[in-house]
């Protein structure tokens, strides 16, 4: 049968068979693609996050992805560190999660990461949790525009409080808690950052927020490199939409769907993924959109987020 098929091939012209060349190759590598995404993302266990210390520290944590985060790794068997901006939700988060895990040793820190101070709360902070080997931290901390705008409508002081948030505090944790983990030889860094800048080519209407997560999935990338010999593994997961407060402000998520997750499905994937490649989209229904973007154009692209972000800014 194959010799046949061989004989067959040897008649034809050079130009059939170097195309039926090219498209067995490329038949290779999708397939090859396709069972290492299938196996990544249903087969692939977990790490052992204990291995990398006992506490776990979580920006944002009052509400979706972080708040998600904070549950999910307190059942893991991690004590927390939760920071955000307002005390009485940080209070209630904790009272929660030790009715649901009764182990988990918690401790909360109010720091507003769009405040004129923040190295001073993140200073006070690392005092208060000096000896805890904090393992693991998540930077989720993120906050967008209030609604869809051109670049000169943004006030500027909308737009420089999240710089403060997204490039500030991420950067400024992360130098907080890093030189622990350098000391220890172990760590797990995960960063979120967003389809916004690594799915689509742009994101009008949204400039300044898709340009700090692009801050972000390059900060990851090179801390990836410089870190690894030090045992820390630092990587930049990459959310599409999510069903949480910002979805339904910015994009009028309203419920979870299979394409749009709850954030507890979303983090259940998220957490299957800490330590492994520089960069992910750990859930599968993401997966499937990033790719069926990428093998459109990016002038469709373009033209489709730009009448979103227009669409947007009248309703
Ligand atoms: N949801 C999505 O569709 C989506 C998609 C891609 C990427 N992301 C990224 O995922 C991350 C989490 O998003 P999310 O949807 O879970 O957001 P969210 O529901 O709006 O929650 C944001 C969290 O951050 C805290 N926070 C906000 N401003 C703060 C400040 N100035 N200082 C300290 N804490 C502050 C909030 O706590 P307080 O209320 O206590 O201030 C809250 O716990 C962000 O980095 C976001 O960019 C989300
Ligand atoms: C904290 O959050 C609650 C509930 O969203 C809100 O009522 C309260 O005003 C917030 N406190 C501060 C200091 O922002
Ligand atoms: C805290 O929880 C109580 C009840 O569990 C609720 O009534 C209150 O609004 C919550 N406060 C905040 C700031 O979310
Ligand atoms: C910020 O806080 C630190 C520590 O308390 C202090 O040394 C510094 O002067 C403060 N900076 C500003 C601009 O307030």
Same mark, same amino acid.
């Given at each position: 049968m194959?010799?046949?098929?061989?004989?067959?091939?040897?008649?034809?012209?050079?130009?059939?068979?170097?195309?039926?060349?090219?498209?067995?190759?490329?038949?290779f590598k999708n397939s090859i693609f396709l069972l290492k995404w299938i196996f990544?993302? %249903?087969?692939?266990?977990?790490?052992?996050?204990?291995k990398y210390g006992t506490w776990a520290l979580i920006t944002g944590s009052t509400d979706g992805i972080g708040k998600a985060f904070s549950f999910q790794l307190a059942k893991k068997? &991690?004590?927390?560190?939760?920071?955000? *901006?307002?005390?009485?939700?940080?209070?209630?988060?904790? *009272?929660?999660?030790?009715?649901?895990?009764?182990?988990? /040793?918690?401790?909360? %820190?109010?720091?507003d990461f769009s405040g004129p101070n923040i190295s001073a709360g993140i200073l006070e902070m690392k005092e208060a949790i000096k000896g805890l080997d904090v393992g693991v931290l998540?930077?989720?901390?993120?906050?967008?525009?209030?609604?869809?705008m051109f670049?000169?409508?943004?006030?500027?002081?909308?737009?420089?409080?999240?710089? /403060?948030?997204?490039?500030?505090?991420?950067?400024?944790?992360?130098r907080g808690i890093i030189e622990g983990m350098v000391a220890r030889r172990k760590g797990a860094i995960v960063n979120i950052g967003s389809g916004a800048s690594i799915v689509t080519p742009s994101h009008p209407l949204?400039?300044?927020?898709?340009?700090?997560?692009?801050?972000?999935?390059?900060?990851? /990338?090179?801390?990836?490199?410089?870190?690894?010999?030090?045992?820390?593994?630092?990587?930049?997961?990459?959310?599409?939409?999510?069903?949480?407060?910002m979805a339904s402000k910015v994009a009028s998520v309203e419920k979870p769907s299979v394409f749009i997750p709850s954030a507890e499905k979303y983090v259940e994937s998220a957490v299957g993924s800490i330590g492994y490649e520089a960069r992910c989209t750990p859930y599968w229904g993401h997966s499937i959109q990033w790719w069926l973007a990428s093998i459109l154009p990016d002038a469709? &692209?373009?033209?489709? *987020?730009?009448?979103?972000?227009?669409n947007r800014r009248r309703g």
């Open positions: 194959l010799s046949t098929c061989f004989i067959h091939l040897k008649t034809q012209p050079w130009w059939i068979i170097t195309l039926s060349l090219l498209g067995f190759l490329s038949l990544i993302t %249903f087969f692939r266990k977990p790490k052992n996050l204990k068997g &991690l004590n927390l560190i939760l920071v955000s *901006r307002n005390l009485s939700k940080l209070k209630n988060v904790t *009272r929660e999660i030790e009715a649901k895990y009764p182990n988990t /040793r918690i401790k909360i %820190f109010e720091i998540i930077n989720n901390v993120g906050v967008t525009y209030p609604s869809a670049f000169h409508e943004v006030d500027e002081e909308i737009w420089m409080n999240l710089v /403060r948030v997204n490039v500030e505090g991420t950067s400024l944790i992360t949204y400039a300044v927020y898709a340009a700090t997560k692009g801050y972000i999935d390059q900060l990851s /990338r090179c801390l990836y490199v410089e870190y690894k010999h030090y045992g820390i593994d630092v990587q930049c997961q990459v959310p599409l939409y999510v069903s949480t407060k469709v &692209l373009d033209a489709w *987020r730009l009448s979103i972000g227009i």
